[in-house]
């Protein structure tokens, strides 16, 4: 389930200029709707082992994690 405050912080970093990736093991039509609704531009889904996407996801933009902020739900 999804609360609209996420949805807005998310919005607000990515008017700031921050880029926004999503790390989950799951996978939900719910899901991807989301993600296209926010407009997240990295998405890594449906794939338990996130290092392997964190890893793709420094690749693809140069990030280093030093660079980054995680929030988890669990």
């Known amino acids: 389930q999804y609360h609209v405050q996420d949805g807005y912080g998310i919005k ?3 008017k700031s200029g921050f880029p926004v990736a999503i790390f989950s093991g799951g996978d939900s039509e719910d899901l991807r709707e989301r993600i296209k609704v926010l407009g ?15 890893e793709d996801f420094k690749k693809k933009t140069g990030f280093k994690e030093s660079e980054m902020a ?3 739900d669990e």
């Open 12 to 14: 607000l970093l990515q």
């Open 40 to 54: 997240i531009d990295h998405a890594y889904i449906g794939n338990e082992n996130k290092l392997i996407a964190l």
């Open 70 to 72: 995680f929030i988890g």
